[in-house]
């Protein structure tokens, strides 16, 4: 029988399927219960996951996902995956647990994520203890892709690039201001839409507009989530997601200006998962 462990965004979900010694790597979209319902849920495990599974046989699923630290969204994915693998157990928490046993290697320690969306917890080497608000991209996410992006599109809006960058922009995504509007207020996930203009900050890197835009968005994390925990200047602080990846120099910079210990900083959670759950 396999085990199935899952990390999943808003984005993008991975998965690795345990079986017999060996691990399958595979890549879904993004389920997060903010977005998706029940019915899309299942859509999602059965056109892009299932038929990739083969004719392995799942008894145990560990599902780790954006949005499932509240307890009705968590049943909601618990009982879609339960409708798909009938039969296997299943157990939900919130990605921001999964990404703490990841990295803490069951030890105290600052657990963040800095990707599509962001998070950050104190986790005690057995659970999170405590929990930065999440307030998603509009209220929140500050240091996510979300947040950068959103700063990238005001500052091509609001003309306050200068020639060079507003070139490049135009050039790269051939868009208008109307097309930018459509796509944040009326059309589905608009966070995946403004996270995708993170990439334009990591093509433009050297630019100071692009350096103040990322070094102002993750010192809004660094201050408004990681200074509320004392812990933080007591224990290692280990980073997960894209964007912390991508701007690790960054946040190297930001943690050694707060005098933080910096622990790791993965692009994903996975292996230290397959580690955690072996």
């Known amino acids: 029988m396999a085990t199935l462990l899952a990390d999943s965004g808003s984005t993008k979900c991975e998965w690795c399927l345990l079986h017999e010694g060996r691990k399958k790597i595979i890549f879904t979209q993004g389920m997060s219960p903010y977005f998706l319902n029940s019915e899309q849920v299942q859509a999602v495990l059965r056109n892009e996951l299932l038929p990739k599974l083969k004719a392995a046989k799942v008894s145990r699923i560990y599902f780790y996902g954006t949005g499932c630290l509240d307890p009705a969204n968590a049943r909601m994915m618990k009982t879609a995956i339960g409708k798909v693998f009938t039969g296997a157990k299943v157990q939900v928490e919130n990605d921001l647990a999964g990404i703490a046993k990841?990295?803490?290697?069951?030890r105290k320690g600052i657990a963040n994520i800095l990707g599509t969306g962001?998070?950050?917890?104190?986790?005690?080497?057995?659970?999170?203890?405590k929990n930065s608000p999440g307030l998603g991209y509009v209220l929140g996410d500050e240091g996510s892709g979300a947040y950068l992006g959103r700063k990238v599109i005001q500052y091509y809006l609001y003309n306050t690039f200068d020639e060079d960058l507003r070139y490049k922009f135009d050039d790269k995504y051939r868009t208008t201001r109307?097309?930018?509007?459509?796509?944040?207020?009326?059309?589905?996930l608009p966070n995946r839409y403004l996270a995708g203009f993170c990439l334009f900050l990591a093509e433009n890197r050297g630019h100071y507009m692009v350096e103040n835009i990322i070094?102002?968005?993750?010192?809004?994390?660094?201050?408004?989530?990681?200074?509320?925990?004392?812990?933080?200047w007591k224990y290692p602080v280990h980073f997960v997601g894209g964007v912390a990846w991508g701007f690790r120099d960054i946040v190297k910079e930001l943690c050694s200006?707060?005098?933080?210990?910096?622990?790791?900083?993965?692009?994903?959670?996975?292996?230290?998962?397959?580690e955690y759950h072996r």
């Open 178 to 188: 109307e097309a930018i509007l459509e796509s944040v207020y009326r059309q589905p």
């Open 257 to 274: 200006s707060y005098e933080f210990e910096l622990g790791k900083i993965l692009k994903n959670p996975m292996e230290g998962l397959i």
């Open 102 to 106: 990841a990295v803490c290697d069951g």
């Open 118 to 129: 962001s998070n950050c917890c104190y986790f005690d080497g057995r659970k999170i203890v």
């Open 215 to 232: 070094e102002d968005g993750l010192n809004d994390f660094f201050f408004t989530h990681l200074c509320k925990f004392s812990e933080s």
